[in-house]
């Protein structure tokens, strides 16, 4: 008997949230590819207690690979050097996909050899029915692709849902693992600059069981991802969004912006006072009790994420001038 062919290892980072994470391998099970095709390589990335694992079908090879605690793109990338399948599949822990996922992911490597492949993602019908669902999936969904097939973003990547032939993701380096937000556009990032394709599959569809499904939770993620995000800025900032984002977020350039910029970056600051997020909080559970579908509620929606963001970017401009004042210091040191 010759060894076993796997086709597709699909690659599931997690910590610390096993029910969901139950939910996921469930919705791996009977897939329309033949399970002796296909691995599942779970990584459990510092979760107390650590991760048990059941397996989930007969013929489906479940494997583990524990780190501990080094975020994401680190458990990535351990999860893509422990498999052994021709193309990788990455999705996140909270990820529901149909039975023919796995295939259209494979599909789409076969039609496309050596790209990245990105998936479409959908929130829950039920977080659809709310306002603020309604309003996150639309907000989520400008800048995808209106058509399957090759796209010209050179930063289009989702790494919740994505595949490439391992051979070419090993070549890459994998995920940057000193990025732990937008660490998937830089990756697609770099697979451009090194002539590789970008592809949509809308039929490798996946359904975010996200429990940020109000105001309040999506904003403070929205604050986190923004800190966060400042060290992808300094890697690329020279990138058309990088710069926007600085000139919105950034702090008060007087003789450097026009005046019309600073006024508004004052507004914004104001708003992102608490007493401020406070109201503008209960404005709009007032409105989406009253006015779900109102013009004012996505307003005022939009007001609180702009407040938001503005105080995670200027939080990690200060975190990341901290490190280098730190780091210029030891340089300073190790000079004398």
Known sequence: MGERRVLVSVVIPSRGRLEVLAETLAALRGQSLPPSDFEIVVVDDGSVPPLSLSRIGDGVGLSLVRLDGRERSAARNAGARAAVGEVLVFIDDDISVGREFVHAHLLGQREWPRALAVGSISLPDEALGRAFGRFRQELERQGIPRQRGLTDTRNFCTAANMSMGRERFLELGGFDEELVSAEDQDFALRHRERGGDIVFLPEAAGIHRDVALDIRSYCRRTEWGSE???????????????????????????????????VRKLGKAVIALRPALAVLFAVAAVLERSAPGSWLLGRVYRLLLGAHILRGYRRGLARGERVIGVEGSRTAAGRG
């Open 228 to 262: 966060r995000l400042v060290a992808f800025c300094r890697r690329h900032p020279t990138r058309p969004e990088n710069v926007e984002r600085d000139r919105v977020n950034g702090p008060i350039r007087l003789g450097h912006e026009s005046i019309e910029r600073t």
